[in-house]
């Protein structure tokens, strides 16, 4: 058949050149009825408790699972990718101890911004061009993304549980534009994970145990970012200088052979954030850690959790010229602070490095 014969696919060409001229990388469509064994994964997470913090996932269960019990209506999602691809590998940093490794994804502007900025221009666009409703969501929303942009052929979900991209390879961010148009789906993506489990071996503190199953409350990024008290010593000592969010399991994925470095200005690192030093991350009170990360994700753990992260990487930092800071830290008025401080402390100690 001649594609103007099929007004789905002139509807799709149209709405592929937008997505191009508004910036994204990727683009597919799917069909918003979820998958039955999404929600089994789903349930048997949250029945293992691995959500951890994130009591939300459990209240928002049965609308992740299937985004048409969060909007009926809905028949198509035109699921969305940034590329965020670094300039250098985020690995390296990994053996400067000095320094805290803020993940390549919190280094530039927040991309829940620069994502949504970008899906209302669609939506909106969509309608007065093709009629219809629509509703945009990016991360935060109950949705599982990942597994929408499987079937809408943007990538596989891997092993470490993120979805890979033949064309980026670990570096893209996700976001949706539901609609109540009936567009023809694309092909699901297949995954190409074969043998390999370099992400697995990779991952520092053993939150990846069996292959697509990640522990989260073990993950460096759960424990930096949503897990609000302190942090048990054992993982503590396996965090190294991570100080928000991780990304080994993203960094030693064999796919990032095609990912190129983001053409986008507002993700890219901030020159500041690339590579701070644990000394001068040590010194900020609220106001300065406000003005630091202001328009990053990274604002959202607030002071006193980046510091606690801090204490403990400065712990782990072997270091005796650090010392006086984690014992400044030991002062902290915040109680978070303070008692990663002090057992930074305990450790150092034990190690004869006080
Ligand atoms: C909660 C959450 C987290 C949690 C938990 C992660 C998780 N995997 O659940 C924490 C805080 C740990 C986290 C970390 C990160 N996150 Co996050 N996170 C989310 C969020 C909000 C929900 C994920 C979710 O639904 N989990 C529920 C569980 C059940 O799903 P799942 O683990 O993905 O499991 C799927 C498969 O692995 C498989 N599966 C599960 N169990 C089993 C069992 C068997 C036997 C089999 C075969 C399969 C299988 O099926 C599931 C789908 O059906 C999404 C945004 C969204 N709304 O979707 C972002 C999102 C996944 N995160 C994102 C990012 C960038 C990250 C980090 C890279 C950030 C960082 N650098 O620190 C890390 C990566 C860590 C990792 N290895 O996953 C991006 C990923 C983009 C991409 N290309 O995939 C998303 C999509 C946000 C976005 N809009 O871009 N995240
Ligand atoms: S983000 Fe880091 S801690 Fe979390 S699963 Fe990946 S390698 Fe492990
Ligand atoms: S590192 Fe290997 S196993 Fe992990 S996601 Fe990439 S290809 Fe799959």
Redesign the pocket.
């Known amino acids: 058949m001649l594609e103007s014969e099929n007004p789905s696919d002139d509807l799709k060409s149209s709405i592929r050149a937008t997505v191009r001229s508004l910036g994204f990388d990727a683009v597919g469509f799917a069909r918003t009825a979820g ?1 039955p ?2 929600a089994r ?2 349930a ?2 949250l029945a293992e408790g691995r ?1 951890g913090d ?1 009591g939300w ?1 459990a209240t928002t269960a049965e609308r ?1 699972a299937d985004p048409r019990s969060l909007w009926p209506e809905a028949k198509t999602a035109i699921v969305l990718g940034l590329n965020y691809g670094p300039d250098v590998n985020p690995l390296a940093l990994g053996n400067r101890s000095d320094r805290g490794a803020i ?4 280094q530039g502007q927040d ?1 829940h911004t620069v ?1 949504k900025k970008r899906l209302k221009v669609l939506g909106r666009w969509l309608t007065a061009n093709h009629g219809g409703e629509v509703k945009v969501f ?10 929408l ?1 499987m079937r809408a052929g943007l ?1 596989w ?1 891997g092993k ?6 033949r064309e980026f390879g ?1 570096w ?4 949706e534009v539901l609609t109540t148009l009936d567009i023809a789906p694309d092909a699901s993506e297949t995954d190409r994970c074969g043998t390999c489990r370099r992400c697995m071996d990779a991952c520092p503190t053993g ?2 145990p ?5 522990d ?1 409350r073990r ?1 460096i ?2 424990l930096t ?2 897990h609000k008290q302190a942090i048990e010593s054992d993982l503590q000592a396996k965090m190294g200088n991570r100080i928000y ?3 080994d ?2 960094a030693v994925c064999p796919w990032n052979k095609f990912a190129v470095p983001t053409s986008h200005a507002a993700l890219r690192s901030r020159p500041n954030l690339a590579e701070p030093t644990l000394a001068g991350l040590a010194l900020l009170d609220d106001s300065n850690f406000r003005e630091l990360f202001a328009g990053t994700a990274v604002k959202r753990t607030g002071r006193d959790r980046m510091l606690r992260n801090v204490a403990i990487a400065l712990g782990n930092s072997a270091r005796p010229s650090l010392n006086d800071i984690i014992k400044a830290l030991a002062t902290d008025s915040s109680e978070l602070v303070r008692d990663s401080a002090h057992e930074a402390l305990r450790d150092r100690q034990e190690q004869h490095l006080e």
């Open positions: 998958e064994q999404d994964n789903l048997a997470y959500h994130m996932m992740r993940s390549v994804y919190a991309y994502m990016v991360d935060t929303a109950p949705i599982m993304e990942k597994p942009a990538g979900i470490h549980t993120n979805l890979v991209s670990s893209l961010f996700l976001g939150a990846l069996e292959p697509y199953r990640i989260p993950c990024s759960y970012i949503e969010g991780c990304d399991c993203l």
